[in-house]
């Protein structure tokens, strides 16, 4: 069963714009923790945000701001006054614990963005 | 630029060869990962190093075989891979192995099987 969902298609946003961009997540732990990476086309995934399940305040970091909903299970990066650097891939990631093994990330699919000018 | 280097960033290969794939951490950090990505497919964890031990392996086909002779240098041997086997290989590392570390990833390299 996938852990972490994303499921918007591609998105284009206008230049100096703030984009959400949602995350729902399934766990049953009670301690986890939620991370956003951005992939460009060079391929490199680059740490954004962590936001700890027993976080009081929401996580943000420059211009990343995380809108954690734990009743929801939702994690939604927002970015504020996006650029053009910003156009990637978005990828959410959990880390579980499955039963018998190791703490692991698990990775969404990932949402599209492509800022315009 | 995090810190990790991954090499080569492009690979062709037939069915028959054998390569390897080199990942370089230069953060001081003790655990190492291997990530096959393939296209509209989430990010597949294939195996976790810590401290030079070995200790994940998510079922991978014996044709990959990793090696991590120190915790700065991970390699993935390479031998008669199938065409499904073409992907991005990403390479990570993290302070330890507990995934509670947040984990910073090579550009990774695509990989190519004819």
């Known amino acids: 069963a996938q852990k972490i969902t994303q499921t918007q298609p591609g998105m284009f946003v206008q230049e100096k714009e703030a984009v959400t961009l949602d995350c729902t997540y399934d766990?049953?732990?009670?301690?986890?923790?939620l991370f956003w990476y951005k992939q460009p086309s060079s391929g490199e995934m680059i740490f954004l945000i962590y936001?700890?399940?027993?976080?009081?305040q929401n996580a943000t970091e420059g211009r990343y701001s995380l809108n954690f909903q734990k009743a929801r299970k939702s994690a939604n990066l927002v970015i504020s006054a996006s650029q053009l650097g910003d156009s990637a891939m978005y990828f959410c990631?959990?880390?579980?614990?499955?039963?018998?093994?190791?703490?692991?990330?698990?990775f969404g699919k990932g949402n599209q963005v492509v800022v315009i000018p | 630029e995090t810190g990790v280097t991954q090499t080569p960033r492009h690979l062709v290969m037939g069915m028959t060869n054998k390569k390897s794939l080199k990942c370089e951490q230069h953060?001081?950090?003790?655990?190492m990962y291997w990530y096959k990505q393939s296209a509209k497919k989430p990010l597949e964890l294939m195996f976790v190093?810590?401290?030079?031990?070995?200790?994940e392996n998510n079922s991978v086909p014996s044709r990959f075989s990793p090696e991590c002779p120190n915790s700065s240098h991970l390699f993935l041997h390479l031998h008669t891979l199938q065409p499904e086997d073409s992907a991005l290989y990403l390479c990570?590392?993290?302070?330890?192995?507990?995934?509670?570390?947040?984990?910073?990833f090579g550009a990774g390299t695509r990989l190519s099987v004819l």
């Open positions: 936001q700890g399940s027993y976080d009081e």
């Open positions: 953060l001081g950090h003790n655990a």
């Open positions: 766990t049953s732990d009670q301690s986890y923790g």
């Open positions: 990570a590392s993290s302070k330890d192995g507990t995934a509670a570390n947040i984990q910073y």
């Open positions: 990631a959990m880390r579980e614990h499955p039963p018998g093994g190791n703490n692991r990330l698990a």
């Open positions: 190093y810590n401290f030079k031990e070995q200790t």
